[in-house]
């Protein structure tokens, strides 16, 4: 059954459909050939075909039955190592359908584990090793701990270069029959920062709406996402209403479930959008970074952040 | 002073604590069987007065030693050491006093350690009282002594004296307002004669605050931010039990209620820095920073206005915590469509909560992923909001 999430739909079935990886996929397909599989470490940035190629792996390796042989755990939901060990006995007790005296454990995002959660997980690494092979995937393997590494073969994935990104998008927009203008296509290249998932994404959200894309309507599409009426918290503020530019802050804070470092770093841009002296302008920013460094030194953003719509009042000058 | 005018003189003058009297009455026939007596229990319960009405019955001199005088071991000698040998020179007999015996502190070096030495030397009974006595090192003088504990007086009794004195002094109060006073005094005879004096100067009963009362939070915002700053502001918020998390909701709530501009940024100054000696204290367990906290909640706040603010001001309850439950609560579908979005799409329902905008416009955008996802009616209803 094929998915209607076109990150799914689309999403690799064999080594040749995964993009930008040449180097990674040669050796996976190596290893894969031989059946003599060890444990893997994929390392790089998100959206650069770390999952793609677990699930490719383990497709290539169990044909039909891949589903029965594989379980893919996501470290950083899976708050608890108890947890982890607990699904990873439970799958591991039972032996391997088929001719692979093993079977596979996809780890997503195991960087996010802690250090305690680590060493345990090198314990069950070896408890296990006879009939399960461990696939992690990270961002940054420096936070993963050296016996974890050193059990690993690892591979590198690169972040996704421009033609990589364009390859992946046009083959989708010629099968959904979408219009792509080459000022779009460039404009979902600078937005996704070289992760591909974001950038499907994005086409598919940009697709909802309109189905010729081009650089406004992605523009727009991006534009909803950003928290636009922190320009209006601070005119509040200004005008010297200070409950009513709280009152507002706290609404798009909840709403939006945005933190106060995101706030700050927001209304640090706004400052010069606003209609006032540039005077003003210079002395409102200083004030923003104090307060940006008492949220990070202080224990309540909020009350940080209404320090900061005081001051804004205060600057204001405005009605009583 | 109504409480000095009308202390007891003798056993008959001493309400509501017959038992006691009895005692001391056996204690001075067996004397010196046992030489001293320890009078114990809380303020106001009439021990010193019971002590002098002793004197006052036994026609004796009373010789009295307490906080306020130094007593280490040299004092103790010279006060009591010597009056506990000689004849005195008027009277033929002599009472000696041992006031507030848990007020020995550390700089009264060896008092204690004389003073059981001088029960068995003296020839005249001791006399000591104090609140608490069983601190382990009272020990020793507990062996040695009779001990009478006086518990708190019955309102009834404290109601029956102060009706007695309102008649003495002419002053015409109801029954019912005496009786209020007497059961808001808590069993303490003389907080009760010093409330009394203070409706005779013109006070409503109503407005007598009940004894150890703690301080409300209106009180508390009435003090900071309409007063203007007490001394003893300091003392502000270690009068109450309420928490100082709760105190500084409280605070930051009711701020624009009663500051506008500079004293607003004031005030919002001071409430951040406590916050930033708040998290100090969480992050390196360094209580000192308590000290911190605490004055920029209360003196910070308190000083950031320009003048102080009679009459009433109505101070809004806190409502950013209610707030912040009732998004969570909605939240709920969020999280449950983000589950089942990251197991579907192989990501962490981390990721899937951040891209939260782009994932609801493409599930929204097409029924059959909203199959796929097998998302529930409410969750459906929950995006399309």
Request: one cysteine or more.
């Amino acid at each position: 059954m094929s998915s209607e999430v076109w990150t799914e739909k689309y999403r690799p079935h064999t080594f040749e459909e995964i993009f930008g990886q040449e180097e990674v996929v040669k050796r996976v397909k190596n290893l894969t050939n031989s059946l003599n599989i060890p444990h893997l470490l994929l390392a790089g940035p998100a959206g650069t075909g770390k999952s793609s190629m677990a699930i490719v792996l383990v497709k290539e390796l169990y044909g039909e039955k891949w589903k029965d042989n594989y379980l893919e755990l996501n470290a950083s939901d899976e708050r608890g190592i108890d947890v982890v060990r607990q699904k990873v006995k439970d799958f591991a007790r039972t032996k391997s359908f088929g001719k692979v005296p093993f079977k596979v454990i996809f780890l997503d995002e195991a960087d996010a584990l802690t250090k305690e959660a680590q060493q345990a997980l090198r314990r069950t690494m070896e408890n296990f090793s006879s009939n399960c092979r461990f696939v992690l995937s990270c961002n940054y393997i420096s936070k993963l701990i050296d016996p974890i590494q050193s059990r690993c073969v690892v591979l590198r994935f690169r972040l996704l270069d421009k033609k990589d990104v364009e390859k992946v998008i046009t083959r989708i927009a010629e099968q959904e029959k979408i219009e792509l203008t080459p000022d779009g296509l460039n404009e979902l290249y600078e937005a996704c920062e070289g992760d591909c998932r974001r950038a499907i994404n994005l086409l598919q959200v940009t697709t909802s709406v309109s189905r010729k894309i081009t650089k406004e309507i992605i523009e727009t599409i991006l534009g909803k996402a950003k928290p636009k009426d922190i320009h209006a918290v601070l005119n509040y503020a200004l005008a010297g209403n200070f409950k009513s530019a709280r009152d507002k802050l706290l609404d798009i804070m909840l709403k939006e479930s945005i933190s106060g470092i995101d706030v700050i770093k927001n209304i640090q841009k706004e400052v010069w959008n606003l209609d006032i002296d540039p005077v003003l302008k210079v002395r409102l920013t200083e004030k923003t970074g104090e307060i940006e460094f008492r949220i990070v030194e202080g224990s309540d953003e909020f009350i940080q952040l209404e320090a900061l719509l005081a001051y804004f009042v205060l600057v204001g000058k405005g009605k009583e | 002073m109504l409480c000095d005018k009308y202390k007891p003189l003798c056993f008959a003058d001493i309400k509501g604590q017959e038992d006691s009297v009895i005692k001391i009455k056996v204690f001075m026939k067996n004397f010196p069987i046992k030489k001293s007596i320890i009078l114990h229990g809380p303020a106001g319960t009439g021990k010193t007065s019971l002590a002098y009405a002793l004197a006052k019955e036994m026609n004796a001199e009373i010789i009295e030693i307490n906080a306020s005088d130094l007593r280490d071991r040299e004092q103790m000698k010279k006060i009591i050491g010597s009056a506990s040998q000689q004849g005195s020179l008027f009277a033929k007999n002599k009472v000696l006093l041992i006031d507030e015996v848990d007020g020995i502190t550390k700089d009264d070096r060896g008092g204690l350690m004389e003073l059981l030495i001088l029960i068995d030397k003296t020839s005249f009974p001791i006399i000591i009282t104090a609140n608490d006595i069983w601190n382990k090192k009272f020990a020793p003088l507990r062996q040695k002594s009779e001990l009478i504990e006086m518990k708190d007086i019955d309102y009834r009794d404290i109601f029956n004296l102060i009706k007695d004195v309102a008649k003495k002094e002419q002053m015409n109060s109801s029954d019912e307002a005496l009786k209020i006073l007497a059961i808001k005094a808590n069993g303490d005879i003389r907080a009760a004669l010093n409330d009394l004096q203070t409706i005779t100067e013109g006070t409503n009963v109503d407005s007598i605050d009940e004894r150890d009362r703690e301080l409300s939070i209106f009180n508390i915002l009435r003090i900071i931010f309409q007063d203007i700053t007490r001394n003893d502001i300091l003392e502000l918020l270690d009068k109450t039990n309420i928490d100082l998390d709760e105190i500084t909701l409280w605070i930051e709530e009711n701020i624009p209620n009663v500051y506008k501009k500079e004293e607003l940024y004031d005030a919002f100054n001071a409430l951040s820095k406590a916050d930033i000696f708040n998290k100090r204290i969480i992050r390196q367990q360094y209580w000192r920073f308590l000290t911190y906290r605490n004055m920029l909640l209360s003196a910070g706040i308190s000083v950031a206005k320009k003048q102080g603010r009679l009459g009433f001001i109505k101070y809004t309850k806190p409502t950013r915590i209610l707030k912040i439950w009732i998004i969570k609560q909605k939240n709920i579908y969020k999280k449950s469509i983000s589950q089942k979005y990251a197991y579907h799409c192989h990501i962490s329902i981390k990721t899937a909560m951040k891209e939260f905008p782009f994932i609801k416009q493409i599930i929204i955008s097409n029924d059959k992923i909203q199959k796929e996802l097998k998302l529930e009616q409410d969750e459906i209803l929950y995006l399309k909001e």
